[in-house]
């Protein structure tokens, strides 16, 4: 066989498929000009690895970040007439290959989100949308809506976070405006594991940008340090830092604010009408949520902390004036569609 006649792979995707009461799978999906043969060369249970043999690649050796709290990155090289993929795994799981044959031909590997579901299976969680009603909450440069904002992006996340197997209490499903005492009676009522906020944040100054996560009680120090990581692996937004949030919540189940734009940056506003990004912001609070139980939290049990020492930056840093252009580059290079309809959001 010639090197002309060897199968060329011409692309790798990756995607979720939800459950229906059960755990879901991760999707990777290979696509190629004809059937490939493999070979498995795994030597850690955390990075399995998958060598496509006699094949060829147009694509460039590479690193494909994913963060569905399942798969972090998948790692892309190509060694003579193979390309080797290997699967960075933040949970050792099972995975089954599976080939369509078609054109383009597919390799499918499929792995089981079970961990994620053993964490998280059981766990109640209290999803707050910020404001509603007649408080808007912030307004951005071409007057989209936080409250408009939030309600979306709590939409998503309470259906990422049922099909991982939790129980999910929103504290509005529509534009209405508890007070944040009403709010935190629901979470009390329902004995919830935890209680996030959504917002996005807002400031005279259009230059500043990015994410921001808050504790708003001792117990929602290490949740709010998680959401916060699990922003910047999932987001290439600008990093605003953690810190204490207001106002306080007196209640025996950890509470954070997660801020996951700003909406007084344009650039960042136009993320915010992209539904890819609402996804992905979702998703990123679903990932704190599971590095959180991981740690070992029982179910309708409070784990007491210390203090966090592991504080990454300041709340607000110094704007040079050039990093939205930067992270809008990130952005599309990150494959998110950024378009002017609202109504994305909404979806």
């Known amino acids: 066989m010639t090197g002309q006649e060897l199968p060329v792979v011409t692309n790798i995707s990756t995607a979720v498929r939800p459950g229906k009461g059960v755990p879901g799978l991760t999707l990777v999906a290979v696509e190629a000009t004809g059937r490939v043969a493999y070979v498995f060369e795994t030597r850690r249970p955390d990075r399995p690895v998958v060598r496509l043999c006699g094949v060829r690649t147009r694509m460039p050796d590479q690193s494909i970040g994913v963060h569905d709290g399942l798969l972090s990155t998948v790692e892309v090289r190509s060694i003579d ?3 080797r993929i290997c699967l960075a795994l933040e949970h050792p799981t099972i995975l089954v290959v599976r080939e369509q044959p078609g054109m383009p031909a597919r390799l499918c590997l499929e792995l089981s989100r079970a961990p994620l579901w053993r964490i998280l299976h059981g766990r109640r969680i209290v999803v707050d949308p910020g404001h509603g009603g007649d408080d808007t909450g912030g307004r951005g440069p071409v007057d989209l809506l936080e409250k408009t904002m939030t309600l979306a992006v709590a939409g998503r996340l309470g259906k990422q976070l049922v099909e991982a197997g939790c129980g999910v209490v929103t504290t509005r499903g ?11 009676a629901l979470a009390a009522r329902e004995k919830a594991d935890a209680m996030v906020s959504l917002h996005t944040a ?3 100054d259009p230059a500043v940008a990015g994410i921001a996560v808050y504790w708003l009680n001792q117990e929602g120090q ?11 692996r999932k987001l290439p937004l600008p990093d605003r830092g953690r810190g ?3 106002p306080r919540a007196e209640l025996d189940m950890p509470v954070a604010i997660a801020e996951f734009a700003t909406i007084s940056n ?6 915010l009408r992209s539904s890819t990004f609402i996804d992905r912001a979702a ?4 990932n704190g949520l599971k590095d959180y139980f991981a740690g070992g939290r029982e179910p309708g049990r409070t784990r007491q902390t210390g203090p966090d020492d592991g504080r990454l930056s300041p709340q607000h840093p110094p704007q040079d004036g050039t990093g939205g252009i930067g992270a809008l580059l990130q952005l599309r290079q990150a494959g998110l569609q950024v378009g002017p309809d609202e109504r994305a959001a909404r979806e």
Do not use: T
């Open 81 to 83: 007439d193979s390309v």
């Open 174 to 184: 529509s534009d209405a405006n508890p007070v944040w005492g009403e709010r935190c």
């Open 202 to 204: 807002w400031f005279p």
């Open 222 to 232: 290490p949740l709010a340090a998680r959401i916060h990581s699990a922003f910047l």
């Open 244 to 246: 204490m949030g207001n």
């Open 266 to 271: 344009p650039v960042e506003e136009g993320w």
């Open 283 to 286: 998703g990123a609070v679903l």
